[in-house]
């Protein structure tokens, strides 16, 4: 099929790459410029492993564009994966996908199917369908689909082509759509479920509320577990064998940052409250995790009066590994909060740079340059290159002796044996 996707971001370029690999003939737009000039001469402005790989097998059947007449002409299916980020009041900022879905009707000639794949507050696909209409589109001339996306950074091939469901969001059933919907992911084996816009939209933000959930609730348990000399890691341990509960997301440590749990909880949350509900959950959700860096913080002050004269060697800056995504990463908050209180911090990422804000703050190129001479260091990204350090070496080139693993990714066990202090939240 030929396929063309909006938006040349994680999602889009993930989709791009992922369904030119199945066969299909793909283009993919994007209105930055830059962005779109760097991927024609085959540099991928992001890392996310095995993208550039994929991108390169198969170039003979992947287009990058910034012209959307171009891109659309012979195209079957387009795709939006377009940015949806958070506006001050929480709610979603749908303008870029307004504006691209404007854009893409304006040249819209023959029949085409539409699919809204960025994340969107429910009520939306139902809102720009009506606003088409309203606006004179024909009917006729598109079909509107919502299929959201599930795919994780860092892991985001192999999860869209091995996803847990595939979801469309329909305005009818339409077996003729579903066809070559079903034509479109072939080669993905997957329960497909089909629902309308509003059910697709909500599984979408639910999976994320829910997933968010569980690491807020086992960041509360662990602060329960530091007041009775608990392990927080043993605690999830023992109920994640309870198969009801699982062991995945229950990993305790600063919080849930990323592009999507803080913006989609937000979101979702919004919209419940415009329409008269009030989200109870939710917001709790979203207070453990506004809190939770201030746990380790306290906790570090307490054992340190003398922070605010201290070198700190801040170990990860993306908000999780395996991406250089710093969007609301906890690790940034986590070095702009000691840099505020005076500390002398210096922080060591694989793929990630701080943000322009954080400029007066030293990077390093390697973990040990941070580590020289710190009086401690701070464990925010779970990197496997962070966890793997030598730590007797560490030792030897630390000024201090206190590691606080901020990620619960470290084995106390190992820390101690190389003389270090070890220090969690809820850790034995
Ligand atoms: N990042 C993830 O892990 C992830 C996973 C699932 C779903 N999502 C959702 O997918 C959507 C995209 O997320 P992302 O992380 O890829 O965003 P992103 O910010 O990385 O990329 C969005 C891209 O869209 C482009 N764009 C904006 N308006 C455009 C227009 N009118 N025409 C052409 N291009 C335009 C931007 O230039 C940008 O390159 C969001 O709604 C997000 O919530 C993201
Ligand atoms: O036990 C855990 C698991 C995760 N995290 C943190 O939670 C955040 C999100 O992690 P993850 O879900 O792995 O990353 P994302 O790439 O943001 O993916 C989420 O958000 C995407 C965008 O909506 C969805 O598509 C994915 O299904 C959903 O997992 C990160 O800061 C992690 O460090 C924890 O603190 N503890």
């Not at 590691?403 to 101690?416: K, Q, S, W």
Request: proline share 4%; aromatic share 8%.
């Amino acid at each position: 099929m030929n396929v063309c996707v909006i938006g040349a971001g994680y999602v889009g370029l993930t989709t791009a790459a992922v369904l030119s690999d199945l066969g299909h003939h793909v283009t993919c737009i994007d209105q930055d410029t830059d962005k779109i000039a760097s991927l024609q001469n085959g540099s991928i402005p992001i890392f996310e492993p095995d993208l550039e790989d994929c991108v390169q097998k198969n170039k003979s059947r992947l287009r990058f564009t910034d012209d959307l007449s171009s891109g659309l002409s012979n195209t079957e299916i387009i795709i939006m994966a377009v940015g949806t980020p958070s506006l001050p009041d929480g709610s979603s900022n749908l303008s870029f996908l307004y504006k691209a879905m404007i854009d893409v009707m304006d040249h819209l000639a023959s029949y085409k199917i539409i699919m809204i794949k960025s994340t969107v507050p429910p009520g939306t696909n139902a809102a720009i369908l009506k606003f088409l209409k309203e606006k004179g589109y024909q009917p006729s001339l598109f079909d509107l689909v919502s299929n959201p996306e599930f795919l994780r950074e860092g892991s985001a091939l192999h999860d869209m082509k091995f996803p847990d469901r595939i979801v469309y969001g329909l305005a009818e059933e339409n077996e003729d759509l579903l066809g070559k919907l079903n034509e479109l992911y072939k080669g993905i084996e997957a329960p497909v479920i089909v629902t309308n816009y509003a059910g697709a939209e909500l599984i979408k933000y639910a999976s994320n509320a829910f997933l968010a959930a569980k690491i807020s609730f086992i960041n509360e348990v662990a602060r329960v577990c530091e007041l009775f000399g608990a392990d927080v890691t043993h605690v999830a341990k023992g109920i994640g064998l309870d198969a009801r509960i699982g062991h995945s997301f229950l990993q305790a440590g600063i919080g849930y940052g990323g592009s999507c749990f803080p913006k989609d909880l937000k979101a979702l949350s919004f919209t419940a409250k415009d329409n008269g509900l009030q989200p109870l959950i939710l917001d709790a959700v979203q207070s453990v995790n506004a809190t939770q860096i201030n746990v380790y913080f306290e906790k570090i002050k307490a054992l340190f009066p003398a922070l605010s004269s201290m070198k700190i060697a801040v170990l990860g800056i993306s908000f999780k590994p395996n991406t250089d995504d710093i969007r609301e990463s906890p690790a940034v908050a986590f070095i702009k909060k000691l840099h505020e209180y005076g500390c002398t911090v210096s922080a060591y990422d694989p793929k990630a740079a701080l943000p322009k804000e954080l400029s007066m703050v030293e990077q390093t190129e390697t973990p040990y340059e941070a580590i020289l001479n710190a009086d401690l260091i701070v464990v925010a990204t779970d990197w496997k290159q962070i966890i793997g350090l030598d730590w007797k070496q560490v030792r030897h080139i630390m000024k201090g002796k206190a590691v606080i693993d901020a990620r619960n990714c470290l084995n106390p066990a190992l820390i101690r044996n190389a003389d270090l202090d070890y220090i969690g939240v809820g850790r034995l």
